[in-house]
Every structure is written in C-alpha cells, then in structure tokens.
C-alpha cells in the first residue's frame, strides 16, 4: 500500500509511450498499461499495435515493473467518453485504492516526476482511510499545438488538468468529485501535436469527438506556422479562447524539444505561489462541512 502506481491507456498513439514512459519509470512502484484486447478505439475503430511495441516494453522493463492489462474497453452502447471512464476505473482497480492512482495519457510528459512524487508522499495520510477524505491533485498542463520545420508551437499558459488521486470515483476523464489539491507541476501535452492525419484519428476517436467541429478546428491549424502565429488567437477545440495565443520553441524530435523547453520556456509558464495558495485555500473552505 501507499505506492506509487501509474497508469496508461494504450491506443493508436501507443508510439508516444516510448517518449512517456521513461520519464516516470524510476520512481514509479508500477505501471500499468491498459490495452483493449479487441484492439479497437471507444468508438469501435481498430486499431494495430504491432508487436514490436510490446518487444520494446520487454526490453525497457528491466525492473520488471510494467504490467500489461487486457480487456474490453469497448461498448457500443456507451458513449466514448462513457467508454473512458469505464476503462480509467477498470485500470484503477487493478492499480489499488489505497495508493495513489495516477494515470497519464501517452501524449503527457512529466517535465519533473520526482517533484511530483516527493508532493504525493507528503500527503501520505490520504491514503489512510481515501473514501471519507477524497483528494485529486491538479498539476498543470502546457500544451504542445503544431510540430513546424523548425520546432513546436505550444500554447504559453499553463492549464490545469488532473492526473491524480487518492479514490478513483472517476465522473468526466480523470475527475472525480474530491476535493482538488494544486500543485506546481508541468506536464508537456502532445495533445494535437501530431501529423494531420493522426490527429484527425485522434479527433474522431477520443473521449470528446461529439464536442469538436473537426473541419473548423482543422482550418484554424493547418493555417498557423511558426511565421504567423503571434497574429492569430484562439486555438483550443472546444472553447477556441480558453488557448489565447501561441509561443514557440525550437527542437528537431522529441529529445531536443524536451531539452530547449526545460531550459528556455520552463519556469516562464509555473503559476505564482499566491496562485495556488488561493485556488488551495478555496478548496479548503468549499469542503470544510462536507
């Protein structure tokens, strides 16, 4: 009890695991990566994950701490964010209540795990008795928008997201109805920074596909560059203005964008100290009688 468990879910970006997974691995008591055994998407769309993925998991874990989970994570009866949250809480009794659950997607990337973990471990005692004090830590996401010739364009504020808990009575994605702990952490978000045709898959595919104009969305990213993006706004899927502008960062592949953000964007984009004092102290008062 009391460990660190991480979570995964494996689909049709399961490449992106190779870039995530080392990035939690040390600290990490296990991992778990949950695969559909039909190998289909929430919509029902298959998908192939070819064996030399797996090859690398065998050759990577050399800890032994990954465990591969298989089921049916597909139901055409429910909706694909009704699928999502089916799996995150299947994935989750497998991980444990009485640890803490933390789950990730293959497109996040943890900039400093060890900060967060060191976090977790401090807040041990919520791990005593997690149905009567139910918590979900909020770090913060900085989103990576567009791969151009010369780097990546991101959006260049960071915005919350959760990843983790102590009780997963999962409700939308990874939110539940606990009370939200905030903490200064970063995670890299490949979210729609992929080549077109795999983040039309994604679009069309994910827990949020009956919420997005696809074609409008599409417009807006296929025009942005690393030339004109300072002229443009509004570029999230949903509420375009929730991602107001862009900023940019240079690195030809996944290692040399990671190294230049860490050292050029990182500590621009933490939020103030009194920013979390604040959104910290409100929760406290809002579950101080429940």
């Known amino acids: 009890m009391k460990k660190i468990q991480v979570g995964f879910l ?3 970006d399961y490449e992106l695991l190779k870039n995530a997974i080392p990035l939690v691995y040390k600290l990490s008591d296990t991992i778990f990566l949950a695969v559909d055994i039909d190998r289909k998407t929430w919509n029902g769309s298959p998908i192939v994950i070819e064996d030399s993925f797996f090859q690398w998991i065998k050759d990577f874990d050399t800890d032994n701490k990954i465990e591969i ?16 949250v089916r799996e995150r809480k299947m994935m989750a009794e497998k991980m444990g209540v009485g640890n803490w659950i933390i789950q990730l997607d293959a497109d ?16 041990n005692s919520y791990l005593d008795n997690p149905e009567k004090q139910k918590i ?4 913060f996401h900085v989103s990576l928008y567009k791969k151009t010739e010369n ?8 915005t919350k997201t959760v990843v983790a808990t102590n009780y997963p009575d999962y409700k939308i994605g990874r939110k539940t109805h606990g009370k939200v ?12 920074s992929r080549d077109r ?15 997005v104009d696809v074609d409008g969305f599409m417009k807006k ?4 560059n690393e030339s004109n993006y300072s002229e443009m706004e509004d570029f999230f899927f949903l509420e375009p203005e929730k991602w107001k502008y862009l900023d940019f960062v240079k690195g030809a592949n996944f290692a040399e964008l990671f190294e230049n953000f860490k050292n050029e964007k990182e500590q621009g984009l933490y939020k103030s100290k009194f920013f979390i004092f604040k959104k910290n102290l409100g929760q406290f008062f809002k579950y101080l009688f429940k």
């Not at 996040?108 to 807040?123: A, G, H, P, T, W």
């Not at 979900?136 to 770090?139: E, F, H, S, V």
């Not at 780097?151 to 960071?158: H, P």
């Not at 990213?221 to 942005?224: C, F, L, N």
Request: glycine share 2%.
């Open 10 to 12: 494996v689909s049709y």
């Open 69 to 84: 989970y298989e089921d049916n994570f597909c139901k055409p009866e429910l909706t694909t964010m009704e699928c999502e």
């Open 108 to 123: 996040e990337y943890f900039i400093n795990f060890e900060r967060f973990v060191n976090f977790l471990k401090s807040k």
């Open 136 to 139: 979900q830590i909020q770090p």
């Open 151 to 158: 780097g990546y364009l991101y959006v260049n504020e960071a």
């Open 181 to 192: 702990i905030y903490f200064n952490a970063l995670i890299l978000h490949e979210s729609i």
């Open 197 to 211: 045709e795999d983040l039309i898959t994604k679009l069309t595919n994910w827990g949020h596909n009956e919420e």
């Open 221 to 224: 990213w296929d025009s942005v």
